[in-house]
């Protein structure tokens, strides 16, 4: 009975340790996922934005030679803008299905409503209130954790943002630094 028992506690160890290697690559992907989309995200919507509209920062006050230390700034990625995207960007992630690779088994998020109207091949794709409402959940928590990080990198023309922030900065990516960025 002895001989018994331990074998069963030996298999029920293996068996949870499998079963959170796969929560836990689960979690992955749905974090790298959500941070990548988000950044996406961010990236068209400052491309919308007319180049040529401007915000004025700085101080108002008038300084004592009559001058104001006010500078305009592109409206794309002013603070301001980002704060405003950041606010509502997420909403986006009920625009996204998830994609299981059949050789990994890894999961990704592909956008399921193109930007342009153009038809998109969802075939394998996974598209329900659940997929959304966890890949939106994911997105807020990661703009809100990394607010800052994301206005800094935004509020410069950055190269590379998506590895940048969600591999590099914030290690949400780490075991997908090998996949190519358009599987992602």
């Not at 995207?85 to 956008?111: A, F, Q, W």
Request: hydrophobic letters at 35%; charged letters at 30%; aromatic letters at 6%.
């Amino acid at each position: 009975m002895n001989g018994w028992v331990s074998h069963a506690l030996c298999l029920s160890v293996v068996l949870l340790s499998l079963l959170n290697n796969v929560l836990a690559g689960s979690s992955q992907d749905l974090h790298c996922g959500a941070c990548r989309a988000l950044v996406d995200e961010l990236e068209w919507e400052i491309s919308q934005v007319d180049p040529k509209k401007t915000i004025q920062m700085g101080s108002f006050r008038i300084n004592p030679d009559g001058s104001q230390s006010v500078v305009e700034v592109p409206y794309a990625r002013s603070e301001a803008h980002l704060t405003e995207l950041l606010e509502r960007v997420c909403e986006k992630m009920n625009e996204y299905g998830e994609k299981v690779d059949p050789s990994t088994h890894r999961k990704s998020y592909v956008r399921v409503i193109s930007h342009d109207g153009t038809k998109m091949d969802l075939s394998g794709t996974k598209i329900d209130g659940d997929v959304t409402s966890t890949l939106k959940f994911a997105c807020e928590s990661i703009a809100e954790e990394y607010e800052d990080e994301l206005i800094e990198f935004f509020s410069r023309e950055t190269d590379h943002v998506k590895d940048r922030l969600c591999s590099k900065r914030t290690d949400l990516c780490d075991h997908a630094l090998h996949i190519p960025h358009d599987e992602l």
